[in-house]
């Protein structure tokens, strides 16, 4: 099975954290490290690229943070995937300079499962993952704050 990096698969569950449980402001990118397991500093490089890519905006000030810079439901995983890619040339295999079957064979069978892979991350978008989230009862972060007993 092709898995993501774990970059790419940290990224997106970031960006999800942020959409499912940003309706009261910003989340703090060292929250997110926190409940991730994550090394602020490793997390922030992530988020800033995502910044750029233009996936979430950047919140300075005390109660600074990240947002979605657009509508959950217009920003899909494979737009995530997209921002991440690495450098195209460590990734496209056009100019494989291998043996005929690698290039005739094995190169298109790989290009083709990414094409499919991505055609399927494009469809599918934050607004989706948040409702699945819901009916799997996962607890947004204002209702774990909210959790007290008398």
């Known amino acids: 099975m092709l898995t993501p990096s774990k970059k790419l698969f940290y990224a997106v569950e970031a960006v999800l954290y942020i959409a499912y449980n940003s309706m009261q402001g910003p989340i703090s990118g060292r929250d997110i490290a926190t409940r991730q397991g994550l090394p602020a500093r490793y997390l922030e490089q992530l ?3 995502l910044v750029r890519g233009g996936i979430l905006r950047g919140v300075r000030g005390p109660h600074g943070g990240y947002l979605l810079a657009r509508e959950r439901r217009r920003i899909t995983v494979g737009d995530i995937c997209e921002v991440l890619r690495e450098d195209k040339d460590d ?3 056009q100019g494989y300079g291998g043996t005929a079957l690698g290039a005739q ?10 094409k499919q892979m991505m055609d399927h991350l494009k469809q599918v978008n934050l607004a989706e993952l948040c409702d699945r989230a819901a009916l799997k009862h996962i607890r947004k972060e204002s209702e774990e704050k909210m959790d007290f007993a008398i």
């Open 47 to 49: 988020m800033q690229r």
């Open 91 to 93: 990734q496209d295999m």
């Open 105 to 114: 064979i094995v190169q298109p069978v790989w290009e083709t499962a990414h």
